[in-house]
């Protein structure tokens, strides 16, 4: 059978692993981090444990399919809690707003007429109109795009319609909400991708569409269990992971790629690469100058990335049991905020934040008693001059004022038993995250389907990508699914 060599073991390096090991290729996955699932691992401060990156698991059919297609029950590995109502929106003015998911329709119709009196209409119409263009967006998700042909297939034409690329995710909600705070509850779901919602395409309204539709759900022990479940598949199915592993280079004959040089010095052939590492970071540092060409580093440079997170995990010494499992703050002027983030590039001194305070649903977190809190900040990425050795303690100050003053959490700063920073300058040195743009290559129409790193990597043979850098794009449900896609073209080809 062939030999798979794939480089990270993030989540999209094992949805790879774990369809091509079950389909009984040779399957080795190589890993330059001591601990598996990059951006969704876990973080352990003593005896606090704290998910690294994603705390929002949407669209949970799309693993729960790749696990049953290896003969598996996603729920034999995992424990899964459904959040709702799934967060509190606390906005600038003061009003508070606890959006359900669809399960709990006439809940969330309630909730709409509490805080947005007369706006319900409009949700009904979200409902009924997202669900159509998410049926006919969902199968353009599914496939490749290698070439201009594939833009004329049956299922793109036919999405067409619904796809509102030429405007805004902010613009196009409009035609259902006339209150401004109620169409950022459902637009600020583009931050998940790390754009804003006046800069995102209006197709992205599928994001908080699916979360509505489907729900959001947490995993007991975190969602870094999601990556241990799959590492545990890889290797039932035969294939191995080696960790403290880091690959140095991808090796050619001509523009096939036929293996890798690992940083111990080992050189592992293989009949086809994967590369899951962060796309920029990869292209930068594991291929040839010589064969880099459209993706050379000042090409890269040129493209748009996505904001990064300034974060804070905290060992709590007393449970905030009042306040719900997510939390999102936003500053007192967004739009401004946003703009700092994107344009401006600049530190804000009104900023939004999102706290997960998942121990009031999850006491395996943290010991009886105590609790794990995880904060995010959008922050810019490290195309801004900030200086973040310089800035982080008076940062973390700051936030931590935050957390007192609008986030409900009085009194914290007594609690604490356990910290630990990590600023953008850290997601790129430590976490090889280009320019520590957390959430991967932006997803302007610029930089989607076609237009976005294919996942046979392009000008190469035997080279393939998987991750937040490729088609579909960054957050779990879709760079899973980009697993499953490189997975079948490898399949198909061989
Ligand atoms: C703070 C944060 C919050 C997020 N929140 C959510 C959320 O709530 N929900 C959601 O769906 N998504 C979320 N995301 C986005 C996304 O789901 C995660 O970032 C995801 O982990 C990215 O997966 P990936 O496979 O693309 O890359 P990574 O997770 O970055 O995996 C890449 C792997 O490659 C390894 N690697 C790099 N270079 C080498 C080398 N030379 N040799 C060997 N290995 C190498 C890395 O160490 C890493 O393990 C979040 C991301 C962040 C950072």
């Given at each position: 059978m062939k030999d798979i060599i794939v480089i990270g073991a993030g989540p999209g390096g094992l949805s790879t692993a774990m369809l091509l090991a079950h389909r009984g290729y040779n399957?080795?996955?190589?890993?330059?981090?001591?601990?598996?699932?990059?951006?969704?691992?876990?973080?352990?401060?003593?005896?606090?444990s704290f998910d690294m990156g994603p705390t929002f698991f949407l669209?949970?059919?799309?693993?729960?399919e790749i696990f049953t297609e290896t003969g598996r029950n996603l729920e034999d590995y995992v424990d899964l809690i459904e959040i709702n109502p799934m967060y509190r929106l606390k906005f600038g003015e003061g009003?508070?707003?606890?959006?359900?998911?669809?399960?709990?329709?006439?809940?969330?119709?309630e909730e709409i007429e509490r805080v947005f009196p007369g706006e319900s209409g409009g949700y009904l119409e979200y409902l009924r109109r997202e669900e159509e263009k998410f049926q006919r967006l969902i199968p353009c998700l599914q496939i490749p795009y290698s070439n201009l042909a594939d833009l004329f297939k049956l299922n793109f034409i036919k999405a067409?319609?619904?796809?509102?690329?030429?405007?805004?995710?902010?613009?196009?909600?409009?035609?259902?909400?006339?209150?401004?705070?109620?169409?950022?509850?459902?637009?600020?779901?583009?931050k998940y991708i790390g754009m804003?919602?006046?800069e995102a395409p209006g197709t992205f309204s599928i994001i908080s569409y699916l979360e509505h539709k489907m729900g959001i759900y947490h995993v007991k022990g975190g969602l870094n269990r999601l990556s241990h479940a799959m590492a545990e598949a890889v290797v039932e199915d035969g294939g191995s992971i080696e960790v403290d592993c880091p690959v140095r280079e991808i090796l050619f004959e001509g523009r096939k790629a036929v293996g890798v040089e690992l940083a111990d010095g080992r050189r592992i052939e293989g009949d086809h690469v994967i590369m899951n590492a962060d796309f920029a970071m990869g292209m930068?540092?594991?291929?040839?100058?010589?064969?880099?060409?459209?993706?050379?580093?000042?090409?890269?440079?040129?493209?748009k990335y996505s904001c990064s997170t300034f974060m804070l995990y905290l060992g709590l010494d007393k449970v905030y049991e009042d306040l719900p499992h997510h939390?999102?703050?936003?500053?007192?002027?967004?739009?401004?905020?946003?703009?700092?983030?994107?344009?401006?590039?600049?530190?804000?001194?009104?900023?939004?934040?999102?706290?997960?305070?998942?121990?009031?649903?999850?006491?395996?977190?943290?010991?009886?008693?105590r609790s794990a809190l995880y904060v995010l900040v959008p922050v810019p990425n490290n195309k801004s001059s900030i200086d973040w050795e310089r800035e982080k303690h008076s940062y973390r100050d700051m936030v931590?004022?935050?957390?007192?003053?609008?986030?409900?959490?009085?009194?914290?700063?007594?609690?604490?038993?356990?910290?630990?920073?990590?600023?953008?300058?850290?997601?790129?040195?430590?976490?090889?995250?280009?320019?520590?743009?957390?959430?991967?290559?932006?997803?302007?129409?610029?930089?989607?389907?076609?237009?976005?790193?294919?996942?046979?990597?392009?000008?190469?043979?035997?080279?393939?990508?998987v991750g937040g850098g490729t088609h579909p794009g960054s957050g779990l449900p879709t760079i899973y699914e980009s697993g499953r896609i490189t997975a079948n073209l490898i399949h198909r080809e061989v």
């Open positions: 399957v080795r996955v190589f890993e330059k981090q001591g601990y598996i699932g990059g951006r969704n691992s876990q973080i352990k401060l003593g005896d606090y669209m949970k059919e799309i693993l729960e009003k508070t707003f606890y959006p359900w998911s669809a399960s709990e329709k006439e809940r969330m119709i067409l319609p619904y796809l509102d690329a030429h405007k805004s995710l902010y613009t196009s909600l409009g035609r259902y909400f006339k209150e401004d705070l109620l169409r950022l509850s459902f637009t600020f779901q583009a804003s919602p006046w930068k540092k594991l291929i040839p100058d010589a064969l880099k060409d459209k993706y050379s580093d000042t090409n890269l440079q040129k493209k939390n999102i703050i936003f500053a007192k002027n967004y739009r401004e905020n946003i703009a700092d983030i994107t344009e401006r590039k600049i530190i804000s001194e009104d900023f939004s934040f999102y706290v997960q305070n998942a121990s009031v649903s999850d006491p395996t977190l943290a010991p009886e008693g931590m004022r935050a957390l007192e003053n609008e986030g409900g959490f009085e009194g914290i700063s007594e609690s604490i038993e356990e910290e630990r920073i990590i600023t953008p300058a850290d997601w790129e040195k430590e976490m090889d995250v280009y320019l520590g743009a957390t959430f991967n290559l932006g997803h302007q129409v610029s930089q989607m389907l076609i237009l976005r790193p294919h996942n046979k990597l392009e000008g190469y043979e035997n080279l393939y990508i």
